[in-house]
């Protein structure tokens, strides 16, 4: 072997362990302590650890179109480092959470009211769906496109989410692809239609 081969093979050898080392440590990092503190965190208050951004559900009347409540590491800054967070899914009569991926975490979906119609796509474009009931649990596999629709006339539907991840991020397909700055010609190409079509869904996507 040539002293050039030897290194070209060193080097790739270097590039796949450090690949590797990525792959591994993919998600959120391990801390280093029992938790991380705020700046100027002077002792143990309580209430560092408790989010109450909930509460505005306890007897409020239900919304008329589909809501989420987050308590991710944004709205709860004593997530960081912990690797979980949670959403309340509230679902009217009828309404949908559009397709979208979380490209931090897989979500373990609880449905504690009415019923669901969920599924997602893995990457072979197999569709994966089920009908939920009250008491039933549902995984979404991490960053796959995945949705919830309740498709009941009458009754509502509530659903906890539980990520694992403190920052699982959300990525709407629709807005995603329609609300962007992707060229409208690129878009046509793409989903094989016109301009025209494509201008119709922006501007029906952004009323």
Known sequence: MSKMASKLHFFLLVSLSFASLRISMAGDPDILTDF???????GPPGNYFTFTGMRSL??????????????TMMEFPALEGQSVSYAV????????NPPHTHPRASELLFVLMGSLEVGFVDTTNKLFTQTLQQGDIFVFPKGLVHFQFNSDAENSALALSAFGSASP??????????????????????????????????AGLSG
């Open 169 to 202: 991020g959300t990525v709407k397909v629709p807005s995603a692809v329609f609300n962007s700055t992707i060229d409208d010609q690129v878009l046509a190409l793409s989903f094989k239609t016109d301009v025209a079509t494509i201008q119709k869904l922006k």
């Open 58 to 71: 306890v007897g409020a009347p239900f919304p008329t179109t589909f809501k989420v409540l987050k308590a």
């Open 36 to 42: 991380i503190p705020p700046p100027m965190f002077l």
């Open 89 to 96: 899914l509230l679902f009217p009569n009828g309404t949908v």
